[in-house]
């Protein structure tokens, strides 16, 4: 019988290595299924949360909803497309060296940052006295805009292309039947350190202090000596580069990336936002709770109840959040005094 | 929280309008802009009005609602349509149907035209508008090919989904469709106007089936579906149908969405359930994704597919996770056919690259589309369409190709393997 390719068990790097369980003789185990239920929703969590950082940041300065965040991701996995089978071109070679990616990360995270700054500065910035319905409305132009863009030929295209392999994917340990890859290491790692950089930024200092005061009262920050302005600028680039890093990530996990006005972004986009609002939308740890427990559900819903309804389930916990709880798990209700 | 700009202030616009005023502006506005668009429309609609009673006494009122039959353009070239979808998700789809088609325009222009009903010979011009590979927007494409461009007939779509959109405007409209590759049976029995010369999902079920049963000679198949489309979702019904039928069983069976990455819940829960093979009735992007994704959880078993599978970009995304697989397909480019060997070098030559599945089709859905027009009494809707209904024994690219009375195609299905990225001759199944 023709022998399959054995994908990711070709060099054996396991630290706990186990025999390869037979699984033709029988299914796997119950453990087994959710371990790796476990371990995809970590996996999908720590970028959903990654994402719903950008949202829930701006949120909380400005007091609206930035739809072309989502544009973002999407621009940070194609520019790291981009970079790294560019670099892999003039290196040569057929394996990515291991510094190829964090530069292809640095690279991405540079250039959304730029451009989202470029974004705030041009559309966003001369409606900050608007009513909030015109940034909303501008802000689905903006997305629209960089979709399409997007799509020229002498930007990103319109077919799928898939990213150079830029890890070995080799298993490091498993558990059981469950591998735990290189991607899955770096993926959940990446997310963890640029979310502990978040908090530390956030919370422990002035600048982090300063982001906080503008979202509480921006005019009575101002007052302070706030600089608001350089603030809000900060704060959507520093959400752009947490979304290009989202970006890079999916491209290094999941290797395919779509044409940027595919739906599919959209749908990222979305749930990414319903991390944040679920975590409570403004809430910085809300986003990164948020996302964990989104990653959680969708993964365990389709794993044991069907999976033909994966996305239901986000949205339904969506409508059960705004119904019980709007402020979500870790928001405050504010009582508006009238 | 948000101050209702609709119902602005004085104070805020500066104006001192009323908002009745306001809307009133507006309401002429629209009209004026209703009026001017009605007058641009005014000279079609003259050309349309004349068409109409001509074609009206003599076609038969069996062919379905308003007539706009259009003739042959004038300059002497006849107008043919194709809506593909050349960019997206299934852009090879329609960039290699597009390519079939050209091929064969080029050729019979070279050879001066087509003559119709022993007339003069015209040359054929091709007009190709993109679908995007969304169903939405193939009704408005293929409307503004009818309308606007008047073409005489059309070509497309391959994706069933799109093509089921397309249909009935066509059918409304009365101009004939041949489609290269939608092989879901829903498609010509839209009307009487639509043709298809693949064979259809009912025969690539069972063939996919046969296949797996007594080829390969597995006896437990899990199936991951693509629920978005109906292409996808008739194939895998039909597939069950014949597999269940020849002994073997169905040990699990997943879905996903068209745009989907993330196969893991899936494919973990099809790995509990153990399987020989993997049926997956999808379409090539998704499908890359699912082979990677497969192999990394340790699956390294035979994965099995349709036509949906039929592209350059499956091999080039999904590398060496897709060695070994199988899927069904309507021709070989290896099969040693002379027509085959001959369309082969052929659009190498023009095109570079090997042709696919689709090109073929394409190239076979245009070459019997000019085969109708010279056996065709006119160019009207009612007598193009009667042509290509009689089209028999019609020796194509990829098969004998005979119109039934159901206007699908009569042919053998292959089955093809992935080898070195390359899909490479295996089996053929007969009707």
């Known amino acids: 019988m023709h022998e399959y390719p054995r994908y990711s068990r070709t060099r054996e790097t396991r630290v706990f290595a186990k025999p390869l369980y037979s699984w033709n003789k029988g299914g796997t185990s119950r453990v087994d299924q959710f371990l790796q239920t476990l371990k995809d929703a970590v996996t999908i969590g720590s970028l959903y949360a990654l994402i719903a950082l950008g949202y829930t940041m701006v949120y909380g300065i400005l007091k609206f909803i930035n739809f072309a965040h989502s544009d973002v991701v999407v621009l940070g996995a194609w520019i790291s497309l981009l970079t790294a089978n560019k670099v892999l071109q003039l290196a040569g070679g057929e394996h990515a060296a291991p510094w190829v990616g964090p530069v292809v990360l640095v690279v991405a995270m540079l250039a959304c940052g730029a451009i989202s700054f470029t974004i705030e500065r041009l559309a966003y910035k001369p409606l900050r006295k608007a009513p909030r319905l015109n940034v909303l409305i501008t802000a689905i132009g903006v997305s629209l805009f960089l ?38 290491i770096v993926g959940v790692g990446t997310a963890v350190v640029l979310m502990i950089v978040l908090e530390w930024l956030v919370f422990h200092t002035k600048l982090g202090r300063a982001m906080r005061a503008v979202s509480y009262d921006t005019r009575n920050a101002a007052l302070m000596g706030v600089p608001v302005d350089r603030v809000i600028s900060f704060t959507f680039v520093a959400g752009a580069m947490l979304a290009a890093a989202g970006g890079f990530l999916w491209a ?32 910085v740890r809300g986003a990164m709770l948020g996302g964990l427990a989104i990653g959680l559900l969708e993964m365990f819903g389709a794993a044991y109840l069907s999976s033909s309804y994966k996305d239901v389930y986000v949205f339904g916990l969506l409508i059960i959040v705004l119904l019980v709880r709007p402020s979500g798990l870790l928001g405050k209700a504010i009582v508006e005094k009238v | 929280m948000m101050n209702s700009t609709l119902l602005e202030t004085r104070e805020t616009h500066g104006g001192r309008r009323t908002l009745l005023g306001r809307l009133a502006i507006g309401l002429f506005a629209s009209l004026g802009l209703g009026a001017a668009t009605l007058a641009g429309m005014g000279c079609d609609n003259k050309d349309a009005a004349k068409n109409p009673a001509k074609s009206a006494s003599e076609t038969t009122p069996a062919s379905g609602g308003t007539k706009l039959a259009a003739e042959s353009a004038p300059g002497d070239m006849i107008l043919i349509g194709h809506y593909g979808s050349l960019t997206g998700s299934k852009a090879t789809f329609g960039k290699s149907t597009d390519n079939g088609i050209k091929l064969a325009v080029e050729e019979i222009n070279a050879a001066g035209g087509v003559s119709v009903a022993g007339g003069p010979k015209k040359k054929i011009k091709l007009i190709s508008q993109d679908t995007e590979g969304k169903a939405d927007q193939a009704g408005t494409v293929v409307t503004r090919l009818i309308t606007q461009d008047k073409v005489v007939a059309l070509l497309g779509e391959v994706a069933s989904g799109i093509t089921l959109a397309a249909a009935p405007v066509a059918q409304q409209f009365g101009v004939p469709m041949i489609t290269p590759s939608s092989t879901n049976p829903e498609v010509t029995q839209k009307g009487d106007m639509i043709f298809r010369v693949c064979f259809i999902d009912p025969f690539q079920g069972l ?39 020849l002994g073997g069983k169905i040990v699990s069976e997943q879905a996903y969405n068209e745009g989907d990455s993330d196969f893991n819940a899936q494919l973990a829960r099809i790995r509990e359930s153990a399987p020989e093979a993997i049926f997956i009735p999808g379409y090539y992007t998704e499908v890359s994704n699912i082979a990677i994704q497969a192999r990394k959880l340790g699956m390294n078993l035979p994965l099995v597919g349709g036509d949906g599978w039929d592209s350059e970009d499956l091999a080039k995304n999904a590398g060496k996770a897709i060695e070994g697989c199988f899927y069904s397909n309507h021709y070989a480019p290896d099969q040693p056919t002379k027509e085959i060997t001959e369309f082969v070098t052929k659009y190498k030559k023009n095109y570079g690259g090997t042709p696919d599945g689709l090109a073929a089709l394409g190239y076979d859905a245009a070459n019997i589309l000019f085969d109708s027009m010279t056996r065709a009494k006119s160019l009207k809707g009612k007598d193009l369409r009667d042509a290509i209904a009689a089209t028999k024994g019609y020796k194509a690219v990829t098969g004998n190709i005979t119109i039934d009375a159901d206007r699908n195609a009569v042919k053998a299905a292959v089955i093809v393997e992935m080898k070195n990225g390359v899909p490479v001759y295996k089996a053929t199944v007969n009707p």
């Open chain 2, 207 to 245: 063939a996919c089936a046969k296949f797996v049963r007594n080829d390969l000679k597995f006896t437990k198949v899990a199936l991951l579906v693509d629920q978005a489309s109906p292409y996808s979702v008739g194939l895998k019904q039909e597939f069950v149908k014949g597999f269940t039928g």
């Open chain 1, 252 to 283: 290094l996990r999941f290797v395919v990336i779509k044409q940027p006005a595919d739906t599919s972004w959209t749908l990222l986009g979305l749930k990414a936002f319903v991390a944040a609002v679920v975590g409570g939308i403004g809430n």
């Open chain 1, 147 to 184: 979709q399409n863009t997007g799509q020229l030929s002498a930007f990103f295209g319109t077919s799928p292309r898939s990213i150079v392999p830029l890890l070995g994917d080799q298993a490091v340990f498993s558990i059981g039947l469950v591998d735990v890859s290189t991607v899955d």
